[in-house]
């Protein structure tokens, strides 16, 4: 099976060639996170946790929500804006155009303000 994957009521994520996989992706449901065992509640290899809050992941960053869903487009957070890729729910970083529009964020995904 390729994607998420439901084995004894947990959902697992595998990839093309049906390795079962740890990180973000997105599923019909939206972005969730298939966490390397013990992560959370001592949760199975690759078995999708409910993890709400900020994560980083190889200095990618991600938020999820209440629903345990990633965040996408724009969400303010602590009073700083960020803006979370709807392909890749990534926090994005630098120079990047929205619409029609450019705005400049910081390593940390937060958008950075009084540039020209």
Do not use: C
Not at 89 to 103: H, P, R, S, T, V
Request: proline share 2%; charged share 25%; hydrophobic share 30%.
């Amino acid at each position: 099976s390729i994607g998420e994957t439901i084995i004894d009521d947990k959902n697992y994520y595998f990839n093309q060639s049906g390795v079962l996989q740890t990180g973000v992706f997105s599923t019909e449901d939206g972005f969730k996170y298939f966490a390397p065992a013990n992560t959370l509640d001592e949760n199975l290899e690759g078995e999708a946790i409910d993890f709400t809050g900020k994560l980083i992941i190889d200095e990618n960053i991600y938020y999820f929500e209440d629903n345990y869903r990633g965040a996408v487009e724009w969400k303010e957070l602590d009073g700083e804006m960020h803006y979370f890729s709807p392909e890749t729910g990534k926090a994005f970083k630098g120079l990047n155009q929205i619409g029609d529009d450019k705005y400049y964020f910081n390593s940390d995904g937060v958008m950075q303000k009084g540039f020209v």
